[in-house]
């Protein structure tokens, strides 16, 4: 096995994208936990967002996975694997939150806003040039440990 080193520093770009992409989370876990609890253990009449207990509840679960989704699209960008599904979540909480702003009927505008700020932040930082040198290096350091040549310089003639 190669004498690999992955335990790089984290760039500040990375760690302010994660820092800004974690804006989404406590409303999801806070979302997860009223569904459920309405949908399963305490129901309310009328449901809040659906018509029935069992939408609740149904509700609550999709919350929950977003949540878990998002913690481990958090968790693989700041550890240098993956940094598309932490893109993903951050373009969909964009598309959300421009939808709750600029309708008046989903409530008052402040938290949209904020996770409008936020979002924004996260994908600007995490396509920095630091950024994607960062995962690349993990990429590159993975590969190596795996036995796998790099692909730009096993195409490189050496004769």
């Not at 190669?2 to 974690?22: K, M, S, Y």
């Not at 009223?34 to 609740?56: C, K, Q, S, W, Y």
Request: hydrophobic share 50%.
């Amino acid at each position: 096995m190669t004498d690999v080193a992955l335990d790089r520093d984290t760039p500040g770009p990375v760690v302010g994208a994660v820092a800004a992409g974690v804006a989404p989370l406590p409303f999801l876990a806070v979302y997860a936990t009223l569904f459920i609890a309405r949908g399963a253990f305490r129901p309310v009449n009328p449901p809040d967002i659906t018509t029935t207990a069992h939408g609740e509840l149904a509700a609550g679960f999709i919350a929950l996975a977003i949540f878990l989704v998002g913690a481990l699209s958090i968790f693989w960008f700041v550890g240098g694997s993956r940094r598309w599904l932490f893109v993903l979540g951050q373009v969909a909480t964009l598309g959300t939150a421009v939808g709750f702003a600029t309708d008046s009927t989903t409530g008052p505008m402040g938290i949209p806003c904020m996770l409008i700020a936020t979002s924004a932040t996260a994908l600007i930082l995490g396509f920095l040039p630091q950024s994607t040198s960062y995962v690349r290096a993990h990429r590159r350091d993975r590969r190596q440990m795996r036995g796998y040549p790099d692909p730009v310089e096993a195409s490189v003639d050496v004769r």
